[in-house]
């Protein structure tokens, strides 16, 4: 396996040549403390998540870890699928610290050191919890949107606020207000998707006074202030005229900002040349998307893209085309983007090339002989009640907790090796997670370790609850069906057990203090416009 030493990976973040720096740790670890320039492709997720994020397999990508051990299986995966420019950080991450190099904790680094010089280079209005209080309590009339995706909104979210993710704001919120003068307060859970949402409306020019809740759902927590769970209710679609005013902020937004606008020979150019990498983005709502997309595109609502850009595109200096019917999502999410230094096109608006419907097709990395065979939720839910199998999740812990297949066992799939040695190798194992795309490989993993009837979730925890069946939510860290450690990811502050409020605390401080030490990555480059 080829290695990489830690000062030629530094050079070669700034040559200007598409890199990846997959990170293949679980996301505790990488959570804890990691490259600001690497992706989160874990090992256990590597299958689904490589050919999504580095579709190109010539790209040249470093893989990183602490001890190696982890990256030359990973290494070794990819290579027997086809990708051929791997490289091993030699001493992993200790390898980058000891010369003298940052590394940051969290997630969404570089997403959210932007949002903070937005903040302060563009002076985005911004209202304290207190006041946001009075006008509610007042009955003042006001728009709050939460510009969070739905699933965080229903988690946690403010009396009186709906839901509308990011990219929506320009393309739904017009269509609601009927006055100028009525202010909108642009929420989420801290503090960049506030910031960029209310800055979105701005940038497009609405009259309306608009502001960001200063540090979001977690600032009007720690104010001792109510939130409210389960709130379900989003800005509408706009009509034919909310329609029309959207399209026109967003055209005054893309001459402004002279946004790159590209045809369809153009994009399928693009996708035809084997020297760069092209993501092709649609960046609406999922429903929108299933309804009809540009074939092979990815579904990346426009909110998240701008959020946590590094979870989507993978590739350093790769190409990024934006799509959606309406010009409108693509071009606010394409100008935040470009502003990121990521070279960015809208592709022109056209309802004849949305034609693949259905969710985002993944072919994943199956290697012959490791398929394994799938089970509905239906006969899943048959088996149990029979008792005649054993339910292993090996999806996200957080969504596990809060609500899991009842009786299912939960292990990372990283520590399968140890956590089934309680069954008995004749079991039949049905191993789920939270959509049915991870949980094959764990199966197989299950069958290569001798374990004779092992089986999937046809689409995971979600499809079991869409036939109707019951989940159940773990009330104790203590659960003797938790069978690992749950260090696959990072648990928000609202998530914890106790210390809730330093938890909210130190995340708000380590927010605010990101754009210093961001901007000594000198491959990053901002450039903040209104």
């Known amino acids: 396996m080829r290695t990489v030493q830690a000062d030629t990976l530094w050079e070669w973040l700034h040559d200007g040549g598409e890199i990846v720096v997959a990170d293949v740790r679980d996301g505790g670890p990488f959570a804890r403390a990691h490259i600001l320039a690497a992706a989160s492709i874990p090992l256990a997720q590597i299958e689904v998540l490589a050919p999504v994020m580095v579709p190109r397999r010539s790209t040249r990508t470093v893989l990183v870890d602490d001890t190696g051990v982890l990256s030359s299986r990973a290494a070794g995966i990819l290579e027997a699928h086809g990708y051929t420019d791997l490289w091993v950080l030699v001493g992993g991450q200790g390898a980058w610290e000891a010369s003298g190099r940052q590394v940051f904790s ?155 606008v590209i045809d369809a020979s153009t994009l399928a150019a693009f996708l035809a040349d084997p020297t760069r990498t092209t993501y092709v983005f649609d960046v609406r709502q999922a429903d929108a998307f299933e309804k009809g997309h540009y074939p092979g595109s990815v579904h990346a609502a426009g909110g998240q893209l701008v959020q946590a850009t590094d979870t989507y595109a993978a590739v350093r200096n790769a190409r990024i085309v934006v799509v959606d019917e309406h010009m409108v999502q693509s071009v606010m999410t394409a100008h935040w983007l470009a502003q990121m230094g990521w070279e960015v096109h809208v592709l022109e608006s056209s309802p004849d090339l949305l034609t693949e419907t259905g969710p985002h097709r993944i072919d994943p990395l199956v290697t012959p002989g490791d398929e394994v065979s799938r089970v509905t939720a239906d006969q899943l839910a048959e088996w149990r009640d029979r008792g005649s199998c054993t339910v292993v999740d090996v999806g996200e812990s957080y969504w596990y907790r809060e609500g899991r297949i009842p009786g299912s066992f939960y292990s990372m799939r990283t520590r399968l090796d140890s956590s089934l040695t309680r069954f008995r190798y004749d079991e039949r194992l049905v191993f789920c997670c939270s959509d049915g795309r991870f949980a094959p490989f764990a199966a197989a993993d299950a069958r290569r370790m001798g374990f ?79």
Request: hydrophobic share 35%; aromatic share 6%; charged share 25%.
């Open 106 to 260: 969290g997630s969404g680094i570089i997403s959210k050191a932007f949002g903070e010089m937005v903040e302060h280079d563009l002076d985005t209005p911004r209202i304290e919890a207190a006041e946001l209080r009075e006008w509610l309590s007042s009955g003042r009339e006001m728009v709050l949107v939460d510009a969070r995706p739905m699933a965080e909104f229903r988690t946690v979210s403010l009396p009186g606020g709906v839901d509308c993710p990011g990219a929506e704001l320009v393309y739904r919120v017009p269509g609601l207000l009927s006055s100028p003068d009525t202010p909108v307060v642009v929420n989420c859970a801290g503090r960049t998707r506030s910031i960029i949402g209310a800055q979105s409306l701005r940038n497009a020019g609405i009259p309306n006074p608009v502001f960001a809740l200063k540090n979001g759902t977690m600032g009007w927590q720690l104010a001792g202030f109510g939130a409210v769970s389960g709130s379900s209710e989003m800005v509408p679609e706009p009509g034919d005229g909310g329609r029309a005013t959207a399209r026109a902020l967003a055209d005054a937004v893309r001459e402004r900002h002279r946004v790159s």
């Open 452 to 530: 004779d009837h092992v089986h999937a979730l046809e689409g995971g925890r979600n499809a079991w609850r869409r036939a109707g069946h019951p989940t159940e939510r773990i009330g104790e860290d203590t659960d003797d069906l938790v069978l690992s450690e749950t260090d696959d990811m990072w648990y928000p502050p609202w998530a914890r057990k106790e210390g809730v409020n330093e938890a909210i605390m130190q995340y708000l401080t380590w927010e605010t203090g990101l754009l210093e030490p961001v901007s000594r990555e000198t491959y990053i480059t901002f450039t903040v416009r209104s």
